[in-house]
């Protein structure tokens, strides 16, 4: 087993670049390790992007931009929030390789503040909440190894993967129970837990520009639920409110995204009381989804 301090490795994969003259190759990896850590947190990481929080570069509904960390962000509803991303402190991330395969287990730290702005009707004017935030997110993935060490990563390829899900670490009382997933072009499906492994060949697809239809079944906890999807281009990050139907169920669609690629949705259970109320703390909940988007076939 390797146990590898994740904010150690993403310092060392930031200055590397700044070494290398232009055009040339990264050193390859001299290990197996090396090599899935590579996959894992290089640029061919494309099934991998629990450390791009969902809010640290992003546009919120309200068309605040940027590309800077830690940037605020804000949602036009009664209180405008956003978190600030400062960081992903005591992350790990485990590799074990029996014979040719290898089984990653990676939990995410992250810390930062959520800030709430609102209008205060006891002083008539708008007052500024910033509220410590302290998140853990897990994930798994089985590498198997397919060729030999000349080939690329060592002939390890990626073949099974889970989504992801975090929580609030200060305090915990609402949670996702299932995600029921509807489209023309997948069959019908009902998530129970994001952590069970799955064939990315067997991954959610859909077709570029379809409508999707979500149901989302919770605890039952005063909370407010958002869809986080991503895009290549400008707004980059899109968040978007669900109904509340009463009961801890929510619904609402979103249409995939044009480019083909590989794609995540978030999930994002905050309590009520987490934006609302100025004395409550960070209270979070969230599910992480990797699909994929393919052009329609032609007939």
Known sequence: MKRLTLILLLIALSVAPSCSKKGENPQPATTDE???????LGPDSTWFKLIGHYEGEATSDSGDTS??????LFDTLRALWGRQINGHPDSELDIHITGDSAFVSWTVKTVGYLHVVKWSSDSSHWVHIKKPLSETAHLYAIFRKKGGVNLPHRGWELTKISGAEGRSDSVSTVEILSVNIQSASYPDTTITNPLDLFDINDCFTFQTGEEVKITVETNGEPADLFLHVFTRFWPWHIRIPF????????????RVQRIPAVRFAVFDLLRHETIYDDNYPYDFNGWLIPYLTKSPVSN
Do not use: F, M, R, S
Not at 34 to 39: F, M, V
Not at 67 to 72: D, E
Not at 244 to 254: A, C, K, L, S, V
């Open 34 to 40: 090396e090599a899935i850590q590579d996959l894992i």
């Open 67 to 72: 590309t800077t960390p830690g940037k605020v």
């Open 243 to 254: 109904q509340n139907n009463g009961g801890g169920t929510y619904t609402g669609t979103w």
